[in-house]
């Protein structure tokens, strides 16, 4: 494990988590995350192993910061992305500039450098609503908003580098991760931190609508995982649990678990365009498992618990205050 592991979005939700997880197995990391004045972080400010990996600041934006980071790397697991679906209609551009040119950075400097391979890490929105389910690797991509475009794109490109220049790519297409230190902004914190707050009712988006949840620990797990298995260049993995449940159905047994009981209402605000909204996603994970050693190790009653525990204590809310600004 001499090798290091570039990890692009190391301070955010999943990356933070997956720069612990490959710290505690051995390996030497590189974090490259957004730069700010104040030199902060993110969710690794406070990290028990602060001092066991490396942190670089700089704009997955800007090559030149991107290839300066990746020097001395064998490999790069790639989480660095905008990640809202409701703020990519307001500015489609800026997840053009992020998720597809960053991409292309971090893709093109891998090819100057030569002997990285690269994790691109995709999401279930490049495929739209389902067509069928479960959905396997070789559902059609409909990206149905500006987000899930731009991670199309550069899921394309990812594909194309592999095609055309024989860089070792591999890519990772999560269905709904969660977890704790996800933004509030996600359903399932929305959720627990509305239900903590003592409000009157709980206003989500479509309720009705179908996500697949996984828990942050089993995709990190994918990760090492798909890294650590042979003969996985240029192949594409859907990671998720295999099961779907209603936004209706989420709240309710989040509201059990917490032992609360309030109205459930929908928000035009938080409402997408009709013919953006995707109804339905069931992953279909066999491959990953026939390929790997990679199985879930969280159902949702149990990674619910998790993060309700996690949301819960008093000191999350005065730590995400603190990072507003960063994460």
Same mark, same amino acid.
């Given at each position: 494990m001499d090798s290091k592991i570039l990890i692009t979005g190391a301070a955010g939700f999943i990356g933070s988590h997956l720069v612990e997880y490959c710290t505690e197995l051995g390996y030497s990391i590189?974090? %490259?995350? *957004?730069? =700010?004045?104040?030199?902060?972080?993110?969710?690794?400010?406070?990290?028990?192993?602060r001092n066991d990996f490396e942190m670089v600041l700089g704009d997955i934006r800007d090559y030149d910061s991107v290839s300066r980071a990746m020097r001395g790397c064998s490999h790069v697991f790639h989480l660095a992305a905008m990640g809202s679906v409701p703020y990519s209609y307001?500015?489609?551009?800026? %997840?053009? *500039?992020? =998720?597809?040119?960053g991409t292309y950075n971090v893709l093109e400097a891998a090819r100057q450098i030569g002997s990285v391979g690269v994790h691109i890490t995709s999401t279930s929105e490049t495929y739209g609503t389902a067509k069928y389910i479960p959905m396997d690797?070789?559902?059609?991509?409909?990206?149905?908003?500006?987000?899930?475009a731009t991670k199309t794109g550069a899921d394309q490109l990812a594909i194309s580098y592999f095609r055309s220049f024989d860089l070792p790519i591999t890519i990772l297409r999560p269905f709904n991760t969660y977890g704790p230190r996800q933004s509030t902004r996600a359903v399932i914190p929305t959720i627990?931190?509305?239900?903590?707050?003592?409000?009157?009712?709980?206003v989500l988006g479509n309720l009705a609508s179908k996500r697949d949840f996984s828990f942050v620990s089993d995709i990190c797990h994918a990760y090492v995982e798909t890294y650590q298995s042979s003969n996985l260049v240029g192949q594409i993995f859907n990671v998720g649990m295999?099961?779907?449940?209603?936004?209706?159905?989420?709240?309710?047994?989040?509201?059990n678990k917490m032992d609360k009981k309030i109205e459930i209402k929908e928000g035009n605000d938080r409402l997408r365009p009709v013919r953006s909204e995707v109804w339905d996603l069931v992953c279909d994970n066999n491959l990953i498992i026939e390929k790997t050693h990679w199985k879930p190790l969280h159902n949702i009653d149990r990674g619910l618990d998790l993060t309700i525990a996690w949301y819960s204590n008093p000191d999350y809310f005065e730590l995400s205050k603190r990072l507003e600004y960063v994460i």
């Open positions: 590189v974090c %490259f995350d *957004r730069y =700010n004045p104040q030199n902060h972080w993110g969710w690794l400010e406070h990290s028990k192993y307001v500015s489609p551009l800026a %997840f053009v *500039r992020t =998720n597809v040119e690797e070789n559902h059609p991509l409909i990206p149905q908003s500006p987000y899930a627990i931190t509305q239900l903590l707050t003592e409000q009157e009712s709980i295999g099961k779907s449940i209603s936004i209706l159905n989420l709240a309710e047994t989040i509201m």
